[in-house]
């Protein structure tokens, strides 16, 4: 069993920056990818990007791309989503999950936290 938390959500104006984190925990953690996903009202969970603890592989959706940085701290057993530009449409509940790859689909990650709010205003 693998446990994630997240935190670092919040208001911000456009433009402005946040760096959400999730902390992780359990058995065999290390094995899996990390990715964050994110899901505003009203649409389905979108992927945002995840990385391998062993190597920091990523992966981005082309939205993120320049804008989003994904990198992990192994003595903390951390893994943070760095955001700036941010636009009032990156307004949403951002996931952390474990998964056994770099994917993008929501289906192939076996773990979630309980999301934190990022909110953006324009």
């Known amino acids: 069993q693998v446990q994630l938390v997240e935190s670092g959500g919040g208001l911000v104006q456009a433009g402005g920056s946040l760096r959400l984190s999730c902390a992780a925990s359990g058995r065999l953690f290390r094995r899996y990818a990390m990715g964050w996903f994110r899901q505003a009202p009203g649409k389905e969970r979108e992927f945002v990007a995840a990385i391998t603890w062993s190597d920091s592989n990523t992966r981005y959706v082309d939205s993120a791309k320049g804008r989003f940085t994904i990198s992990t701290d192994n003595a903390k057993n951390t893994v943070y989503l760095q955001m700036n530009s941010l636009k009032p449409e990156d307004t949403a509940i951002y996931y952390c999950?474990?998964?056994?790859?770099?994917?993008?689909?929501?289906?192939?990650?076996?773990?979630w936290g309980q999301g934190t709010q990022v909110t953006v205003s324009s």
């Open positions: 999950a474990a998964g056994r790859y770099t994917s993008s689909l929501s289906g192939q990650y076996d773990y």
